[in-house]
């Protein structure tokens, strides 16, 4: 309660000063340590690596909740393993139902990033925290792990030939013979492309909606700023609901294009 | 006029402009999408699917714009 008052405080000077900067941004607990203890060397580092921080509490927090489920696993499975089960069963089903049934393999990698930036896009609205994802190193490191994997799984299942074919737009007669120096380039711009669309685009949407709800909570401080009072007017509160609708679309949206990626890049039988 | 006041006008206004394209793009896909699920209830889940990867990609467009404004914001004030 006493963390609480004290971060609206500060939270009132920090938007306040942010706001001027131009990337407003909430504070989270550790701005809020470095606004107190800046000098001591821990705070410094914890201020430095905060989008690694915090995402490695979302890791640390999932792994926990996994061996919670795994712990005391029974063929009648109590209310935490029916949650994780529900959500492992949906998420294979998901992506299976893309990918058909060989699929299956690719369900813990995929799964796997579903629910890590589910999770990294809600975190920052737990009062003190802050959305990993509304950095653009979280995101892009995230798909390049995915621009490699598909990579991988496109040379491991067509072939080295295969793949440099797929590259080259499968030419079968003279026409698409002639036209792969053109499709060659197209196709490297293409997989290179696709990285960087996924980043930005989950980069994009949390930060928006990260800033709108700092404004908004900046706006409803200083509407009452006149009392003396570390309290506002919640005025972020429906951008609050918001967020999480965009936060669980963003996090489907990587998966399923992720998803759709390693479907182009499996051999397709129907043509 | 200084670049502060040409990136304090065009900033937002390009940004508006991407979400009007981005917008009618939106309004289309997702005006076919509804009447093909009227049309075909039974095949609901695989439309909102494929609507959903098309939203998705429209909606990066304004989604670039947007990150450009957040990289030019610090050169404002």
Redesign the interface.
């Known amino acids: 309660m006493l963390f609480s008052f004290m971060l609206t405080e500060e939270l009132a000077k920090h938007a306040a000063e942010k706001v001027?900067?131009?990337?407003p941004e909430l504070p989270n607990f550790i701005t809020f340590l470095y606004h107190k203890f800046g000098k001591v060397a821990l705070v410094g580092f914890l201020h430095h690596w905060e989008n690694v921080i915090f995402s490695w509490m979302v890791v640390i927090i999932l792994c926990f909740v996994a061996y919670l489920a795994y712990r005391k696993r029974s063929i009648m499975p109590g209310r935490l393993q029916n949650l994780v089960e529900m959500v492992v069963e949906g998420l294979d089903n998901f992506i299976c139902g893309?990918l058909g049934p060989p699929g299956r393999k690719y369900t813990p990698f995929l799964g796997t990033l579903f629910v890590y930036i589910l999770c990294m896009n809600l975190f920052g609205l737990i009062p003190g925290m802050k959305s990993p994802t509304s950095n653009l190193n979280t995101t892009l490191s995230l798909a390049i792990c995915v621009f490699f994997y598909v990579q991988y799984t496109g040379i491991r299942n067509l072939g080295l030939v295969g793949y440099l074919k797929h590259m080259a737009g499968d030419p079968q007669d003279v026409v698409t013979w002639i036209l792969v120096p053109i499709n060659i380039p197209i196709h490297i711009i293409e997989e290179l492309a696709k990285p960087m669309?996924l980043s930005?685009?989950l980069?994009?949407?949390i930060?928006?909606e990260d800033v709108l709800i700092t404004v908004f909570v900046g706006l409803g401080v200083s509407a009452l700023s006149f009392l003396h009072l570390p309290v506002g007017i919640p005025f972020q509160l429906p951008f609050l609901f918001l967020a999480l609708l965009t936060g669980t679309?963003q996090a489907?949206?990587f998966t399923?294009?992720s998803t759709?990626y390693f479907s182009l890049m499996l051999p397709h039988e129907e043509h | 006029m200084s670049y502060q006041t040409a990136l304090a006008i065009f900033l937002p206004l390009g940004l508006a402009i991407a979400a009007m394209g981005s917008a009618f793009g939106l309004g289309r896909a997702v005006s076919a999408a509804m009447e093909a699920m009227g049309r075909q209830p039974e095949a609901a889940a695989k439309i909102q699917l494929g609507m959903i990867i098309g939203c998705a990609l429209i909606e990066a467009l304004t989604i670039y714009a947007l990150v450009t404004v957040f990289v030019l914001q610090g050169k404002i004030s």
């Open positions: 001027q900067e131009g990337a893309i669309s930005l685009r980069f994009g949407n930060t928006g679309i489907l949206v399923l294009l759709i």
